[in-house]
């Protein structure tokens, strides 16, 4: 058996070949995305930054702490206390006291995430003076890198400063220094302190202070901005290695597993005839399990290699991408590479199986006789089985949108619905395949010439070729259409409803976090032939089901001003019924109902009770909350809404709102203007890291398409040399080859394109349910590209081997036993 196995694998090396890049380029992409993935699960050791040389730093309360029965849950304030005066006293009688402030500071010609600082706090970093001296002036200021020199004048957002003298960069940050009084100028709110005093007898000072925290040591990194970077950072590698490492399994599985049925399909000829010579149909299934093993263990190995060579240059792209933080590497791992061999080396023997036992089962006689055509397009087992899957798919839609539309629209379930669908359509393909290709090659047919009649024939005579060499073409078109066409979807709602919302004429939006301060609202509310309405972002947190604290992000806004400003998708209420008491909430919350009463947490941590004035839409998740500026004390204005008194001119009163902003950096924009701006685009993490689970899932399937067409084209010999022998041209055999591989694209693309409708139809249901207008976006500039590309790799992989094998003889080529 084993060297009836190794012959067969030198007579038969372009079809084993095949199989082998299949394999082993499904095997790398997996052991590639498992080592990003087991790489992403721990963070290294961060210390402290700003504060390395500090003794004591004295926090205010920054999180909330909800107890419940299953343990205590905390989330981020969205409004950080101080730390209280009273404990601020008790601490300048210990030592010296220094408090810390941070701003964004925008300077032209500088680098992007400048933060300012007070100076007194850089010794704590610490930072050093390499050229100049301290600032003493309100307009003098101390730089880290080799941006700017002493002695250059910068212009800022909050005027022009001159550079005094350079520090260092440390590397964590782009700090711009001020004078103590200039900085508490700038950022009035302290929420951090320096304290030069024994840490114990500090703690003893601030006991009994809610919230507020002593660090010392390792615990000083806590008042470093951003100090959850690194935690946020793995759960959003995680989330993007998680979902690229998912489609790509998916991906790879379906390749390599069709792949190697259609190797054991393009045999048939040579199975009937080795069971004609008195072969059992357990020596066949052995002989081909065999032949599966020897090649799944060879190509699992190879693509291991090429994985632990991928990875790394996988880590170096995201990192310079900004997909992953400066650490991130590829550490030393052995499962991946053990999930990897094993998957490979089990799809290619579960694909070898499903179609060895029907091999076996098949008598010499009729073997024989649908090796030269396809007498039935499908198996039962494999109808039942892409039956079983559709109905599946249509059940599991229906049961999400009458559950909980909302959760079509999450990206974990758009990204993984369409796995489904394509499995389904792509087991039922053959079944498929007759009808279109008579539906692509209707009028090719029945032009002049035999060309059009002989491609349709040739398709619907080989179904199982055809539905093979589609197959991943129907990958590649239903996945960039889904994946693509869902986000466009998703956006465009969120645009639609946004820009219903939105009534004002002007919106005004400050730079940086610090909001816009008293004095320029002032100044904008003088504008002539503007009503000027100011709003806040804050949180409200509420705990449901009495062990999960959930976050809502909200807006702080005066009742009549809401009412001019913004429409909002009320379902019940009155939004001039919002005062100091009560909250506007939406249909997501466990309590929505006008006049209940709910206990929430502000923004700042304080607990009260509100009444429900309103209830919103649930919408695509964004509605939020809606609350006056009462209940969001320490929340700065970072949007204004600007409408136009009857009879004002736009362009006049945009001038005069962009002057007044234009000193503290800030934009005004037309009401349009923002809602382009603003949404509904995905960040660029999230753009890029679609990106790449698109972008590596099309490249293995648009090489799988190349690898399978060879294979197809080259079991074809015969056929070709007989065409030759009946009359035709080389150039004619090669045209007809070429228009059969645009036919096999056309297949693939109608079925992908099937597949991404429906999904796409899916969310737009979801969408309906929820209360927004929304139009499906089909991605047709990506879809032309990718079917392009599918075309010219098609074309190309069949028509090369083709014109080889047509350099000899067509007598010798029709001679040739399969």
């Not at 002049?448 to 093979?468: D, F, K, Q, S, Y």
């Not at 946004?498 to 909001?515: L, Q, S």
């Not at 509420?542 to 604290?549: I, P, T």
């Not at 736009?650 to 234009?662: D, E, F, I, Y």
Request: proline share 5%.
């Amino acid at each position: 058996m084993l060297s009836t196995t190794l012959r067969t694998l030198r007579t038969r090396w372009v079809t084993f070949a095949g199989s082998f890049v299949a394999l082993s380029l499904g095997v790398a992409l997996i052991a590639v995305m498992g080592l990003a993935l087991a790489s992403s699960l721990d963070a290294p050791h961060r210390g402290p930054e700003r504060f390395a040389a500090a003794p004591v730093v004295v926090k205010g309360q920054d999180t909330l702490d909800a107890a419940t029965p299953i343990g205590v849950r905390t989330r981020k304030l969205a409004q950080p206390r101080a730390v209280p005066d009273a404990v601020v006293a008790k601490l300048r009688a210990l030592g010296t006291v220094v408090q810390d402030r941070s701003f964004a500071v925008r300077a032209e010609g500088g680098p992007a995430g400048l933060v300012g600082h007070p100076w007194s706090t850089a010794a704590y970093a610490p930072y050093e003076l390499d050229a100049g001296r301290a600032p003493e002036a309100a307009d003098e200021v101390v730089v880290s890198g080799d941006w700017a020199r002493p002695g250059a004048t910068v212009p800022t957002g909050g005027g022009t400063v001159r550079v005094v003298g350079t520090v260092a960069g440390l590397g964590f940050e782009n700090a711009v220094f001020y004078t103590d009084t200039r900085a508490a100028e700038l950022s009035p709110r302290s929420l951090q302190l320096v304290v030069g005093a024994d840490p114990a007898a500090v703690r003893e000072a601030v006991r009994g202070s809610e919230g507020v925290r002593v660090l010392t040591g390792d615990a000083r990194r806590y008042a470093d901005p951003d100090p959850d970077r690194d935690g946020e950072a793995l759960t959003a590698m995680n989330a993007m290695f998680g979902t690229a490492g998912g489609v790509t399994g998916f991906v790879s599985v379906f390749v390599v597993a069709s792949t190697f049925a259609f190797a054991v399909t393009q045999r048939r000829r040579e199975l009937g005839l080795l069971r004609t010579a008195g072969a059992t149909p357990g020596q066949i299934r052995r002989m081909l399990v065999l032949e599966a093993l020897v090649v799944g263990v060879l190509a699992s190995a190879a693509g291991c290699v090429l994985g632990s060579h991928g990875a790394p240059k996988l880590a170096e792209w995201a990192v310079d991408e900004g997909l992953a933080p400066r650490w991130f590497t590829i550490g030393d791992y052995a499962w991946p590479y053990h999930m990897a061999f094993w998957t490979g080396l089990f799809v290619a023997l579960c694909g070898v199986l499903a179609a060895t036992w029907r091999a076996g089962r098949t008598n010499p006689t009729e073997a024989l006789r649908e090796a030269s055509a396809d007498t039935r397009a499908m198996t039962r087992g494999r109808l039942l089985a892409g039956t079983a899957l559709l109905i599946t798919a249509a059940v599991t839609l229906a049961l999400a949108l009458a559950a909980n539309p909302g959760d079509l629209l999450q990206r974990k379930t758009y990204v993984s619905r369409p796995m489904l669908l394509i499995t389904a359509v792509a087991l039922l393909a053959p079944v498929l395949v007759r009808p279109l290709a008579r539906l692509i090659a209707w009028l090719p047919a029945r032009l002049p010439g035999a060309g059009g009649m002989l491609v349709r024939e040739n398709a619907a005579a080989g179904v199982r070729r055809t539905a093979a060499v589609a197959a991943p073409v129907l990958v590649t078109v239903a996945l960039a259409g889904s994946l693509l066409g869902a986000t466009a979807t998703l956006n465009g709602a969120k645009a639609t409803e946004v820009r219903e919302r939105t009534a004002a004429d002007f919106v005004a939006t400050p730079e940086g976090d610090a909001g816009f301060d008293g004095a320029t609202l002032k100044r904008l509310r003088a504008v002539s032939g503007a009503e000027v309405f100011a709003s806040s972002s804050s949180a409200v947190y509420v705990l449901e089901d009495g062990v999960a604290l959930i976050r809502s992000d909200a807006r702080a806004v005066e009742p009549e001003q809401l009412a001019a400003t913004t429409h909002l998708p009320l379902a019940a209420g009155k939004v001039s019924d919002l005062d100091d008491d009560s909250v506007i909430v939406n249909e997501e919350w466990e309590k929505h109902t006008v006049g209940e009463r709910v206990d929430v947490w502000l923004g700042d941590g304080t607990r009260k009770s509100l009444r429900i004035a309103a209830v919103m839409t649930t919408g695509t998740g964004d509605n939020g909350v809606y609350l006056t500026p009462r209940n969001a004390p320490a929340a700065p204005v970072d949007r204004v809404d600007v409408r136009l008194v009857a009879g004002a001119d736009p362009a006049t009163v945009a001038a005069g709102l962009r002057r007044v902003v234009r000193a503290s950096g800030g934009e005004v924009l037309t009401g349009d203007a923002w809602v382009r701006a603003t949404h509904p685009q995905s960040d660029r993490t999230t753009r890029t890291g679609f990106l790449l689970v698109l972008g590596i899932a099309l490249l293995y399937t648009g090489i799988s398409l190349a690898n399978t067409m060879v294979m197809a084209t080259s079991d074809r010999v015969r056929e070709l040399a007989v065409l030759r022998l009946a009359g035709a041209t080389r150039w004619q055999v090669l045209r007809l080859v070429g228009a059969e591989a645009l036919m096999v694209v056309g297949v693939g693309g109608l079925l992908g394109a099937l597949v991404a409708g429906l999904n796409l139809a899916g969310m737009w249901c979801a969408l309906g349910l929820l209360s927004v207008r929304a139009s499906i976006e089909i991605p047709w500039a990506a879809l032309a590209a990718v079917t392009a590309a599918c075309v010219v790799l098609a074309v190309v992989s069949a028509v090369v081997p083709a014109g080889l094998s047509l350099r000899r003889g067509a007598v010798h080529l029709a001679g040739v036993r399969e």
